[in-house]
């Protein structure tokens, strides 16, 4: 069809480029997570809460402080050793569940959550955590029930919706995304965020002119602002305009507004433009990367965009140290594997290349097999897909 061969043509990537991150934004910043509000309450009064035990005490502590900056793998063994132990077991299995959402277990998390519930946490906080994981496990339906029920204990928590809008962007459950920010928006009309994740959820779908009119919404309800600027650039971009992208880009930035989605937009696309090392948009990408980088070093976008650009400069130490932590943080994204196999063969470590290119097959058919059971059209190997996102990357 020739509006999904135009889509085909200019959705490289986008998928990485959701603007509230989910669990990211979940932790490590003083504005979201330090614990949730609802869990700390909570935990004041949690009568699960026994006699201090000073090594639970101590792993708990060094659990939460782990979760909080992001180092949810090593933050694991902490909690576990916690749990049940601490004096507040809340605090413990929820970042437990967190971090075992984060690092790509979400059927580990469900259970911890679902006991929680039962146990009388019954807030917001849970049942939105709790949809994460339903929707990383592929039970969509369950996940939709949570959210509902977050959504009644806090109707007006825009994060609620777009910590599970970014969920569902990342299993590519598009269909259900779209319903996630639909719930958000039937209690948050004017959210420029809930329009612009609209937008993305209809322009993945093969709706992209429905969605350019949420993603005017979302620049009329917050002019000149973060999210503007990020519309108008991923706006350009899904039209296939790169230097659009890259002028929308740079006057956002010109403007002070320095956002780590907004940086990499503007490195994603300067790449896309055909820059070469020793080019000063070459420079430029490269700086605004590692700012991206250094202000939110849990992004796999921003990692994921700065190993391409290493590569191409043929950096490839760099290029492997920072494809290897997108890969960490979003371990089912294609193109990490593409790229890291083209930069483990220029290296020489042919088994590694290998190995990626196994992993990349096994990613390929998952998703082959998902589109054909799927009813409709599920855009199959568009580049917004993880699928498409590898055969944009590099070749190895």
Avoid at 106 to 127: F, K, W, Y
Avoid at 151 to 169: G, W
Avoid at 266 to 275: D, P, Q, T
Avoid at 338 to 361: H, T
Wanted: proline letters at 4%; aromatic letters at 6%; a negative charge.
């Amino acid at each position: 069809m020739e509006v999904g061969v135009r889509l085909r043509a200019a959705l490289a990537g986008v998928a990485l480029m959701s603007m509230s991150l989910g669990l990211l934004a979940q932790v490590g910043e003083n504005r979201q997570f330090q614990m949730p509000q609802t869990a700390k309450a909570q935990a004041a009064s949690d009568p699960s809460a026994g006699k201090p035990d000073s090594q639970a005490e101590e792993e708990l502590q060094k659990g939460t402080a782990l979760t909080q900056t992001g180092s949810f793998a090593e933050a694991i063994p902490h909690l576990l050793a916690a749990r049940g132990r601490a004096s507040n077991d809340y605090v413990a299995s929820f970042n437990l569940s967190l971090c075992f959402i984060a690092t790509g277990q979400p059927r580990q998390a469900v259970p911890i959550l679902t006991a929680l519930r039962a146990a009388g946490h019954n807030n917001a906080d849970v049942n939105n955590l709790l949809a994460q994981a339903y929707v990383g496990d592929g039970q969509n339906q369950k996940a939709l029930v949570a959210l509902q029920q977050a959504s009644k204990l806090a109707p007006e928590n825009e994060k609620l919706y777009l910590f599970v809008a970014d969920a569902c962007m990342a299993k590519q459950e598009y269909a259900v995304g779209l319903q996630v920010v639909d719930l958000g928006l039937d209690h948050l009309p004017r959210s420029a965020h809930l329009h612009y994740q609209r937008g993305m959820f209809l322009a993945l779908l093969d709706e992209l002119d429905a969605g350019k009119k949420d993603f005017d919404q979302a620049r009329g309800l917050a002019p000149e602002t973060d999210i503007a600027f990020v519309t108008a650039t991923q706006k350009a971009m899904l039209e296939g305009d790169v230097l659009e992208a890259v002028r929308a880009a740079r006057e956002g930035i010109k403007k002070g507004h320095h956002d780590y989605v907004l940086l990499t937009l503007l490195g994603e696309a300067l790449l896309r433009s055909g820059i070469a090392p020793g080019q000063p948009e070459f420079t430029e990408a490269q700086e605004a990367l590692e700012k991206s980088v250094s202000e939110r070093p849990n992004y796999a976008g921003s990692q994921l965009a700065l190993g391409k650009l290493m590569l191409l400069d043929n950096r490839l130490g760099d290029a492997i140290a920072h494809l290897e932590t997108a890969r960490q943080f979003n371990p089912n994204n294609a193109s990490v594997y593409s790229n890291l196999a083209s930069a483990y063969r220029r290296r020489g470590d042919l088994q590694q290349a290998q190995n990626m290119l196994a992993v990349l097959e096994k990613l390929n058919q998952a998703e082959a097999e998902k589109i054909r059971s799927a009813p409709g059209d599920r855009k199959a190997g568009y580049p917004g897909s993880e699928k498409g996102q590898s055969e944009a990357a590099e070749r190895p």
